[in-house]
């Protein structure tokens, strides 16, 4: 059974920086496109950040500059490093794999478990 597991986050000052982790566990073959999103209170989820297999990426306009989003394809991992973060980056962040491919799974999409990102002021 193929999961993504995420892990960091967590609380710090406007000015700091945090990083995210996520892994797609099971017998996973490749993954397309994996991607970082959020969802504040209040708020639709919203796209952060996408990185396609081959390394092409995608920020939503908030965030240029700021966030890099990276991956390893051979750990199935993909990460962000949020960094001069302000409160309004609070939200949970979800981590996405579209396109992945596993024994038993072709064209899957999965769902992190959220990790919340917290920024005060």
């Known amino acids: 059974q193929v999961r993504l597991v995420e892990s960091g986050g967590g609380l710090v000052q406007a000015g700091g920086s945090l990083s995210l982790s996520c892994a797609a566990i099971?017998?996973?073959?490749?993954?397309?496109?994996m991607g970082w999103y959020r969802q504040a209170p209040g708020k639709q989820r919203e796209l952060v950040a996408t990185?396609?297999?081959?390394?092409?990426?995608d920020y939503a306009d908030s965030v240029k500059g700021r966030f890099t989003i990276s991956r390893d394809n051979a750990k199935f991992t993909v990460y962000l490093q949020m960094n001069t973060l302000k409160p309004e980056h609070t939200a949970v962040y979800y981590c996405?794999?579209?396109?992945?491919?596993?024994?038993?799974?072709?064209?899957?999409?999965?769902w992190g478990q959220g990790a919340q990102v917290t920024v005060t002021s």
């Open positions: 990185i396609t297999s081959g390394g092409s990426t």
């Open positions: 099971g017998s996973v073959f490749s993954i397309n496109v």
């Open positions: 996405n794999a579209d396109g992945l491919r596993a024994l038993y799974v072709h064209g899957g999409n999965y």
